[in-house]
């Protein structure tokens, strides 16, 4: 314990317990005041003491989330192996393209009818 005139410090210990508490927190995006707060330790401490934990929970958690991505894929999930072949395969040509068509005037009227149509039969009681 270290003293002056005013205050009483304590060092601190960190443990594995707190270690892996302060990494969920910071996986779940919680800002540093809060973690803080919730393990009951001021930021300086949570700062000094834990700056591991802070600065590799996130990449730690998407490595692990990729991994379960990659082998759901290989499993022949086909939800992953679309988001795998969309976010990794683009440097690769695997762009998914979305085309836009535009209408007249006068077709964007007749479907602005259309839908309004639709809407009032939709509003009568049966």
Not at 39 to 60: C, F, G, M, Q
Request: glycine share 4%; with cysteine.
């Amino acid at each position: 314990m270290i003293t002056d005139k005013h205050k009483i410090y304590h060092e601190h210990c960190p443990t594995s317990h707190l270690r892996s508490r302060i990494a969920d927190l910071a996986v779940a995006g919680i800002p540093l005041y809060l973690i803080a707060e919730i393990v009951e330790l001021d930021e300086d401490t949570v700062k000094n003491h834990y700056k591991r934990e802070l600065s590799t929970a996130e990449p730690i958690m998407i490595e692990r989330v990729a991994k379960t991505i990659v082998m759901q894929a290989l499993a022949g999930c086909p939800k992953s192996q679309a988001l795998y072949a969309k976010t990794k395969g683009a440097k690769f040509g695997w762009v998914e393209k979305q085309v836009i068509e535009t209408v007249s005037g006068e077709d964007s009227q007749a479907l602005k009818d259309k839908i309004l149509e639709l809407e009032r039969s939709a509003d009568k009681e049966y």
